[in-house]
Structure formats: structure tokens, C-alpha cells
């Protein structure tokens, strides 16, 4: 199917205790080109994602953004500081002791003095957080191409009814331009015939030069090629699959038949279809441009 270079995906997903958030947009590029933004601290999952994106996409600026939140308390670990917790036990109860207070020490007291708990965060199993990510990343993938094919859909119709224009003008001049090469070639024998009247030279001399000359403003073989190039510009957005490249060099194929029909045509009907057509081919020449 044919695809879009630009496109957005998103996704958004809670696994193993983190709220990770993937999303993918893109512009024209001429050719791939991959950035993303990522948290520092989980840079080194940056490598998995940009291979796959790169083996779903050939053709565009792509850019992803990557946010990861730790669901509060799964990442952390709280560690009893033993040696401070009976330090200030030895202290409270010395005191106690020494100035013949009541000892009524407990635990709800004791939790509430300074530094009794130290609070570590757990280490990243940066397997399992790249499996997470990359889960995440792959729907936001899906999401990202599906978009670009509805935009790819769009673009394919757009183009394949401007074919069908430019088509139904080379028919409009292949039915014109032999009425034009016939009213050129009567003109030129005319015209041969009053310039050579005094000289001794075969009438049926004339006749060929005439025709001669005349066969060169003919566009048969014009059209003949640009029913050709449209032929395989339909091909081609049938096809599918990355097709921009292939897209570009065949319209300027069409663009450079269509010119030398334009310069050969001495015919002002024929020269006002030249102009319709060459408009709708630089229509289609902007929007390949958005093709991948």
C-alpha cells in the first residue's frame, strides 16, 4: 500500500510498575533520517528502537518521543538503618538513666527520629525495560503506519484522477494534431510552391519536402511515450511499498514529453492543452513529494 511521509502514532501502556508513553511523527524527507527524545537515564534503549523504526519505515524526518514514570514505591526499597536506629536507643535510654526519667521508648517514637530508614531505588532490569518500551513503541508503530496509509490512500486517488486528466488530454491531441499537420503541410507546399514557381523543379519534389518538414511538428511518438510513463505511474501506485523515488523520475519523464509536444505544436489548441496538462503534472509533482 502506498504510504505518507508524514504521519503520528501514539501509545500508552503501564507494565512492571512504569507508565511508559511512545509517540512517533514525521515530515517529508528525502531520505530517512531518525531523532528521538528519550530520559537520559534509559538512553541505552535508544539503539532497539531505532532499528525498529528503521525496518518500517525507508523514507521521511521521524521523530520519537519516549516518556517513562516509575508507578510511585515499585522502584524504590526501604533499608532499616540498623546502627543509627540502636544509637539512638543507647543514647535515649543513657539519658533516661542518668537524669531518672521514665524509659517510655517504643517503636511509633523511635520510627520518627532522622535517618532510621534509608530509601534505595531498586536497579533497572534494563532487559525487561527495553521489552516494555519497545511493546510500546510497536503500537504506537502500528498506529504511525496506519495513519500514513490513510494518507498514502488519499494521496493514490488524488494522483491516478490527475493521470486520468493528462490521459484524456493526450487523446484530445492525438484526435488534433493530425488536422494540424495536414493544414501545416498545405501551408508549407503553398508556400514552397510560390517561392520555387520560376524555378524548373519537380512539383512532386515539393510534395516530399513538404511532407517532410510538416512530419516534424507530428507528436505521435510523444504520445505514444506519455500513455507509456502514465501506464507505469499507475503501476507504480498500485504496487505500493516505498515509491516516491520511482514516482519523481517517472513524472519528469511525463513533464519532458509534454514539453516536446508543447515546442513542436503549431497549433494554438494543442498549446492550451499543453498548459492544462503541465499544471496537473506540477499538482502530482508536489504531492509525490509526501510519498514515501
Same mark, same amino acid.
Given at each position: &500500500?502506498?504510504?505518507? &511521509? %508524514?504521519?503520528?502514532?501514539?501509545?500508552?501502556?503501564?507494565?512492571?510498575?512504569?507508565?511508559?508513553?511512545?509517540? $512517533?511523527?514525521?515530515?517529508?524527507?528525502?531520505?530517512?533520517?531518525?531523532?528521538?527524545?528519550?530520559?537520559?537515564?534509559?538512553?541505552? $534503549?535508544?539503539? /532497539?528502537? /531505532?532499528?525498529?523504526?528503521?525496518?518500517?519505515?525507508?523514507?521521511?524526518?521521524?521523530?520519537?518521543?519516549?516518556?517513562?514514570?516509575?508507578?510511585?514505591?515499585?522502584?524504590?526499597?526501604?533499608?532499616?538503618?540498623?546502627?543509627?536506629? @540502636?544509637?539512638?536507643?543507647?543514647?535515649?535510654?543513657? $539519658?533516661?538513666?542518668?537524669?531518672?526519667?521514665?524509659?517510655? #521508648?517504643?517503636?511509633?517514637?523511635?520510627?520518627?527520629?532522622?535517618?532510621?530508614?534509608?530509601?534505595?531505588?531498586?536497579?533497572?532490569?534494563?532487559?525487561?525495560?527495553?521489552?516494555? !518500551?519497545? @511493546?510500546?513503541?510497536?503500537?504506537?508503530?502500528?498506529?504511525?503506519?496506519? &495513519?500514513? @496509509?490513510?494518507?498514502?490512500?488519499?494521496? /493514490?486517488?488524488?494522483?491516478?484522477?490527475?493521470?486520468?486528466?493528462?490521459?484524456?488530454? !493526450?487523446? &484530445?491531441?492525438?484526435?488534433?494534431?493530425?488536422?494540424?499537420?495536414?493544414?501545416?503541410?498545405?501551408? #508549407?507546399?503553398?508556400?514552397?510552391?510560390?517561392?520555387?514557381?520560376?524555378?524548373?523543379?519537380?512539383?512532386?519534389?515539393?510534395?516530399?519536402?513538404?511532407?517532410?518538414?510538416?512530419?516534424? $511538428?507530428?507528436?505521435?511518438?510523444? %504520445?505514444?511515450?506519455?500513455?507509456?510513463?502514465?501506464?507505469?505511474?499507475?503501476?507504480?501506485?498500485?504496487?505500493?511499498?516505498?515509491?516516491?523515488?520511482?514516482?519523481?523520475?517517472?513524472?519528469?519523464?511525463?513533464?519532458?514529453?509534454?514539453?516536446?509536444?508543447?515546442?513542436?505544436?503549431?497549433?494554438?489548441?494543442? %498549446?492550451?492543452?499543453?498548459?492544462?496538462?503541465?499544471?496537473?503534472?506540477?499538482?502530482?509533482?508536489?504531492?509525490?513529494?509526501? !510519498?514515501?
Amino acid at each position: &500500500m502506498l504510504k505518507s &511521509m %508524514t504521519g503520528y502514532g501514539r501509545s500508552q501502556k503501564i507494565l512492571n510498575g512504569r507508565d511508559i508513553t511512545a509517540e $512517533i511523527r514525521s515530515v517529508n524527507h528525502r531520505y530517512y533520517e531518525y531523532s528521538s527524545r528519550i530520559p537520559r537515564t534509559y538512553s541505552y $534503549i535508544d539503539e /532497539k528502537i /531505532k532499528l525498529l523504526l528503521k525496518s518500517a519505515v525507508s523514507r521521511g524526518k521521524v521523530e520519537v518521543s519516549i516518556t517513562i514514570n516509575s508507578i510511585e514505591g515499585k522502584d524504590s526499597q526501604i533499608a532499616l538503618n540498623r546502627s543509627t536506629a @540502636e544509637g539512638y536507643i543507647t543514647a535515649l535510654r543513657g $539519658i533516661s538513666a542518668d537524669l531518672g526519667l521514665k524509659d517510655d #521508648l517504643t517503636l511509633s517514637k523511635l520510627i520518627k527520629l532522622p535517618d532510621i530508614f534509608n530509601i534505595q531505588k531498586t536497579p533497572d532490569d534494563e532487559e525487561q525495560v527495553c521489552a516494555d !518500551v519497545c @511493546e510500546v513503541t510497536a503500537e504506537a508503530l502500528e498506529h504511525f503506519i496506519s &495513519m500514513r @496509509e490513510t494518507e498514502g490512500e488519499q494521496l /493514490k486517488n488524488d494522483i491516478l484522477a490527475k493521470a486520468d486528466f493528462i490521459i484524456e488530454r !493526450v487523446e &484530445m491531441i492525438e484526435a488534433q494534431s493530425p488536422i494540424t499537420v495536414e493544414a501545416y503541410r498545405s501551408r #508549407l507546399y503553398k508556400k514552397l510552391c510560390e517561392v520555387l514557381e520560376d524555378k524548373n523543379i519537380d512539383e512532386q519534389r515539393i510534395v516530399t519536402e513538404a511532407a517532410i518538414f510538416s512530419e516534424k $511538428i507530428a507528436v505521435d511518438e510523444e %504520445t505514444v511515450r506519455l500513455r507509456s510513463h502514465i501506464a507505469q505511474l499507475r503501476e507504480i501506485l498500485e504496487n505500493g511499498g516505498p515509491a516516491g523515488r520511482k514516482l519523481d523520475f517517472i513524472v519528469q519523464e511525463i513533464n519532458r514529453e509534454v514539453n516536446t509536444i508543447g515546442s513542436k505544436a503549431q497549433d494554438l489548441n494543442i %498549446t492550451k492543452i499543453v498548459v492544462d496538462m503541465k499544471s496537473e503534472i506540477e499538482k502530482i509533482r508536489e504531492q509525490i513529494q509526501n !510519498v514515501e
